[in-house]
């Protein structure tokens, strides 16, 4: 409980420094890119403006998924986090598409001339911006590590799409500034591919999640060495492991002493159950078979 507490509390405190920060941005550079007629500005500013809406979703997703199993979904409601995370992946990848898309138009036509000259104000809005959203995204970006959230680290990730936007303004304006206005949708284009590709990785890291996909091999071996550690355990004969969400789900058959009551051998179980529960956070549930073995003979009866 104090684990899922902690996890919504960072959630909440993140996502809501985020909005303020996208807020106030998306005003200073609205407000710079239309007084230094800055229209790479005024995307911008655009885009930042589409990054509270991110987080809202974020917010929204990760509230529903904290919710308490009930009758119509006994295993709880993780799941709908990996959708909030699908859902800003989208949008990720739309921003991507749509800054790719006007850059390369721009370079195809070879309309440079619709690049105004833009006044210092802009590119001292772009610095501003680059630092605040890189900022942001290593704050989230640390905070969704801890607390294993896919759907905060989608939201990190649009931050630094953002950070990266701002530094394709600020070329591009720098460029328009010396005379080269074509650097800046070159500059588009590159940005592009950065935030395709973590658009495609929040994506798939999204739908693991949500197919049950095993855990990694490491955490695997340390499940079946916590198990073997515990008194009675003579072997582990399945392990089989499932992301659901941010949590994992275990089906362990350990093998116990064929001769011992069933008691024991529950007991046995239960002490592989509290083990793994223990060393294990992100272990939600735990189902754990006992199989006998005669230990003379060394061979199973089923």
Known sequence: MEVEQDFEKTAMRVSTVSIVANFVLTVFKLAAGVAAHSGAMISDAIHSASDVFSTIVVMLGIRISRRASDKDHPYG???????????LSTILAATGLGIGASAAKKIVGGDTAALAVPGVLALVAAVVSILVKEGMYQYTRASAKR?????????????????????????????????????????????????????YEIFMDAVDKMVDKACDEQTE?????????????????????????NKIYVDIEICADGSTTLRSAHGIAERVHDSIEKNFPKVKHIMVHVNPVDVNEKTQLF
């Open 221 to 245: 071996k340390e499940l079946e060495q916590c198990a073997l550690d515990q008194k009675g355990v003579l072997g582990v004969d399945l392990l089989h492991t499932r992301v659901f969400g």
């Open 77 to 87: 409601h993780e799941r709908l986090e990996c959708v909030a995370a699908i859902v």
């Open 147 to 199: 607390i294993d959230s896919s759907a905060l680290m989608a939201d990190a990730w649009h931050h630094r799409s953002d950070a990266l936007s701002s530094v394709g303004a600020l070329i591009g304006i720098g460029g328009a500034r010396l005379g080269y206005p074509i650097l800046d949708p070159i500059a588009s284009v590159v940005i592009c591919f950065f935030i395709e590709k973590a658009a």
